[in-house]
């Protein structure tokens, strides 16, 4: 058996939308939305990105409860560990 036969999608035949890199920015051109969709339909929510995006949901609306103002949040970890997607995702739930 190969390896790309255990893949949903063949990755030899598949492409990254994004190469791989996701950006947070105001871009919403067609390309850039197209891009975000990819992200967003391909977007695995499971163990720590689960817990992270529960622990910053979870200090927002405690925030937001007592003084009406909403927390800032820090992401950290090690370069590729998929930070910058984080935060690109829950900019697109949280906008729209």
């Known amino acids: 058996m190969l390896n790309r036969e255990v893949y949903l999608n063949d990755p030899t035949i598949r492409s990254l ?3 791989g890199v996701a950006t947070v920015k105001d871009d919403l051109s067609k390309l850039e939305l197209d891009i975000l969709e ?7 929510c499971d163990g720590a990105y689960a817990a992270g995006l529960k622990k910053i949901l979870k200090s927002y609306n ?12 820090w992401i950290s970890g090690f370069f590729g560990s998929g930070k910058s997607h984080l935060a690109k995702m829950i900019r697109a739930l949280w906008t729209n």
């Open 17 to 19: 939308a994004n190469e």
């Open 38 to 44: 990819y992200e967003l339909r391909t977007f695995v």
């Open 62 to 73: 405690t925030s937001v409860e007592k003084n009406g103002k909403q927390a800032g949040v």
